[in-house]
């Protein structure tokens, strides 16, 4: 009989879940990796989070720092797309699960291990993106969801089931008081929910919020940006007021948050659809992401032909439907991905917007591949402005609406071919 251990790699918090985790598959007889991703968590301290799964018992544990891949290849990925979830939620966990899942697989394969682990719970969203998206990256690799093992869940029935296990096994365990209420972090967003946030009518604490000030205790001048993107991923912010400069995609969005979160931006509180058929309240704070998003739809009704945007909308919804339940690395994901990037090539240009008090104040917008036409929208004849003579009725003045909106998309073809 063989005494070779088989390998699981352990998505791996740190906290009380995953610690338990990590020494109960230890007493499976399994050998554990662990596995914690940076995706931008707020003070997290890796080296202590390293030494205390190996004194949980792991053979090792690897942190992996992925927040320049997670900006460019999932937070840019969104905001090209304007993805949104039921018109309110930005997706700031749903994106962070494909990108720490894809790493978590690479380390498997890596490391031969045959097993993967996470410390989702059954009710929750999580579950089904961890492994939807392992499955899709290696089929062979098989998943163990503890909260979802008969024996697991026997053994721990809640908070004092762990505690007395921790205690038992000397697992050092964090003193503070628990929060009346669940985090989850990253550089997209900050996650708030559980606890006194399950009843409805309780609103939340001001002392919670991480990323943003209240609205009301935000500066009381003003701020204003100029934000320019390129087949619609932001390249550049100017801080109008300070003359700052961010063109390094992580420092970019991290400055977003920044300037976006002292002016109280990015807040919401909502009840959403769980894939799993519950309704959850979360509240949210994402003010980086809220800032670029508008600043992006803002620029594609500058660039952006009519019947395109109509599509993509529903591509933007569709989008965030698979995000959210975990298929981001689906063929029809891909099928949307690739649609979404035709449909930007000509999202070009410049936004300037002014944060004041929670607010988005768009000043105004310009691009090298406007569709855009000044003296066309102009109401006087006189000035120079076309007589545009539509009558809905009449199929003539139909085919000419269309024909103008046609020709000046062949005209901005044509310019690109030359250039």
Known sequence: MSDIKPKVVLAYSGGLDTSVILTWLCEKGFAVIAFCADVGQHHEDFE?????????????????????????????????????????????????????TKEMIRIATEEGATFVA???????????RFEMCAQALS???????????????????????LLAFCEKRNIPVDVKPKSNY????????????????????????????????????????????RIEFKNGIPTKITNLNDKTVKTDPLDLFLYCNEVA??????????????????????????PGGTLLREAHLDLEGVCMDREVKRITENLASEFARLCYNGFWFAPEMDLIRHSINYSQRDVEGTVEIELY??????????????????????????????????NPADAQG???????RLKTYAALRAKDVKE
Not at 200 to 217: W, Y
């Open 398 to 404: 139909f085919i000419r609406i269309n024909a103008v």
């Open 182 to 225: 669940s985090i989850d972090e990253n550089l997209y967003h900050t996650s708030y929910e559980s606890g006194m946030l399950e009843d409805a009518m309780c609103p939340p604490e001001e002392s919670m919020f991480k990323m943003t000030v209240s609205p009301q205790n935000a500066p009381n001048e003003s701020e204003t940006v």
């Open 357 to 390: 008090k929670g607010n988005i104040i768009i000043k105004g917008r310009q691009s090298p591949k406007a569709l855009y036409n000044a003296d066309l929208a102009s109401m006087d004849i006189e000035g120079g402005g076309d007589a545009f003579d539509y």
């Open 139 to 161: 089929p062979m690799i098989q998943t163990i969801a503890p909260w979802r093992d008969a024996e697991f869940i026997e053994s721990f029935k809640g908070r004092k089931d």
């Open 48 to 100: 202590a989070v390293k030494k205390k799964a190996v004194a949980c018992g792991a053979i090792k544990c690897i942190v992996t720092d992925l927040r320049a891949e997670f900006v460019s290849e999932y937070v840019f990925e969104s905001v090209k797309c304007n993805a949104i979830y039921e018109s309110r939620y930005l997706l700031g966990t749903s994106i962070a699960r494909p990108c720490i």
């Open 118 to 128: 996470h410390g989702a719970t059954g009710k929750g969203n999580d579950q089904v």
């Open 261 to 286: 979160g002292r002016h109280g931006i990015g807040r919401i509180d909502i009840v959403e659809n769980r894939f799993v058929g519950i309704k959850s309240r979360g509240v949210y704070e994402t």
